[in-house]
């Protein structure tokens, strides 16, 4: 029974503020593991870009070379849209103590979250900064220079804005998935 940081979220696509946001995580302390949970299907949204199969592939070639990083397929798994209370609930059986990763701007939403102040109570929320917003004294802050969004890049997709180990691959999906919707 260890303490961890879940970081959770659609990685649609994954990008190097993703990647930014795990390695400051795993200077926290007693953050002894991060898991990173790719979800099935977000709660807030109809529909993903990318397959989730595929953006779980692509987070396990990006953290492959990463000792204390576990991408799960757990939420994948269940086929279905899992809101986060559920994971840390499932999460909390295996480990005593969870920090909850969420960028700055899923703050104006938080509250509508599932069952949002039963789960306040089960995590210490760190969030990642983010287009300047501010973020409540109460959450733990993690300072990222990377103001980067998965809805832009998905637009308008931009190589340097990916992880090197499968840059070409997500870049030929978004770039093929654009085509067929114009």
Request: overall charge positive; proline content about 4%.
């Amino acid at each position: 029974m260890e303490t961890i940081a879940l970081f959770g979220g659609s990685f649609d696509p994954p990008h190097i503020g993703h990647k930014a946001v795990v390695d400051g995580v795993l200077k926290i302390k007693d953050v002894k593991k991060v898991i990173i949970m790719p979800t099935f299907l977000n709660p807030f949204k109809t529909k993903s870009h990318a397959p989730a199969q595929l953006r779980l592939k692509w987070l396990r070639d990006i953290f492959s070379g990463y000792k204390n990083v576990e991408v799960s397929s757990w939420e994948v798994e269940q086929n279905k849209k899992v809101p986060t209370i559920q994971t840390v609930l499932h999460l909390l059986e295996s480990y005593k103590k969870i920090y909850l990763v969420i960028g700055a701007d899923n703050l104006s939403s938080l509250k509508q979250w599932d069952r949002f102040e039963e789960l306040e109570k089960l995590v210490s929320i760190v969030v990642a900064s983010r287009d300047g917003i501010v973020i409540e004294e109460n959450f733990i802050t993690l300072d990222i220079n990377h103001n980067i969004s998965s809805t832009s890049l998905r637009e308008d997709i931009q190589k340097a804005k990916l992880p090197k180990t499968c840059a070409k691959e997500i870049e030929k999906f978004y770039k093929e998935n654009n085509a067929k919707q114009n």
